[in-house]
């Protein structure tokens, strides 16, 4: 069991990661909205990245949120992660 010193510590990490990578999402719909402003891209591409945003969001969401905090603090210490943006995309049929 850790402490509380060593769970806040994991909660800063996890935390810090989540904003990240969230930020990192969220750059991508902004590219897509600039595009669409710019007549480069259509309504529905947008739509698509908006919605590969959502399911890319929910997946760092669960990872950051569910299970042990020390255990993703010490997964994204560690280990290279997913790429959550292709963790989000849609599935071939």
Partial sequence: ??????RRAANAV???YHEA?????VARVGVAVDGFRAGELDAFDVDRV???YSRAAKELWKFCNLGHVEIAARM???QPLHDWWERGAPRER
């Fill in 1 to 6: 069991m850790s402490s509380k010193s060593e």
């Fill in 14 to 16: 996890v935390a810090e």
């Fill in 21 to 25: 990578e969230l930020a990192s999402l």
């Fill in 50 to 52: 908006l919605f590969q």
């Fill in 76 to 78: 994204i210490r560690e």
